[in-house]
């Protein structure tokens, strides 16, 4: 399995390539159709920022660098009219494509497979960020009923 620093080292490296997928992840997507309300040139490059700056927060484990920088998004995406669900699904959109480049490179590393593993931690990852996702359209749309 590949070491943290590695891993770090490759979305580094990936970053601008991993952000533009993402941006046409989220444009394609039914799931986050009022991201239209982003300019693509802002979602692109605040995508590329975490990715780019991913080493900082992961290994030096600083909080309040992701508290400031997840506020200003969220700040920003109310005052664009995105409603949080799907700042939500964006969030778990970024973290796929980041489980996607770590399978296609595990793959690379192992082609004779024995990656049961990881599998099993995106499994579990992918159940419990749509539930978030989910939940957070149920409450809305409860929210905008009454």
Request: net charge negative; aromatic share 10%; hydrophobic share 40%.
């Amino acid at each position: 399995m590949m070491t943290l620093r590695r891993l770090v080292h490759l979305v580094e490296t990936q970053s601008e390539a991993l952000a533009l997928q993402l941006v046409d992840k989220v444009r394609q997507s039914e799931m986050t159709p009022d991201y239209r309300n982003v300019p693509e040139e802002e979602l692109r490059d605040r995508v590329y920022e975490i990715y780019r700056h991913l080493g900082d927060w992961l290994l030096a484990n600083d909080e309040q660098q992701v508290e400031r920088r997840y506020l200003r998004i969220g700040r920003e995406r109310a005052t664009q009219r995105v409603p949080f669900s799907q700042v939500a699904w964006v969030i778990v959109f970024t973290k796929e494509n980041l489980w996607d480049l770590l399978e296609r490179q595990t793959a690379a590393e192992h082609p004779e497979g024995g990656y049961g593993e990881l599998e099993l931690l995106k499994l579990l990852n992918r159940f419990f960020d749509r539930a978030i996702c989910y939940a957070s359209v149920g409450y809305e749309q409860h929210m905008s009923a009454n």
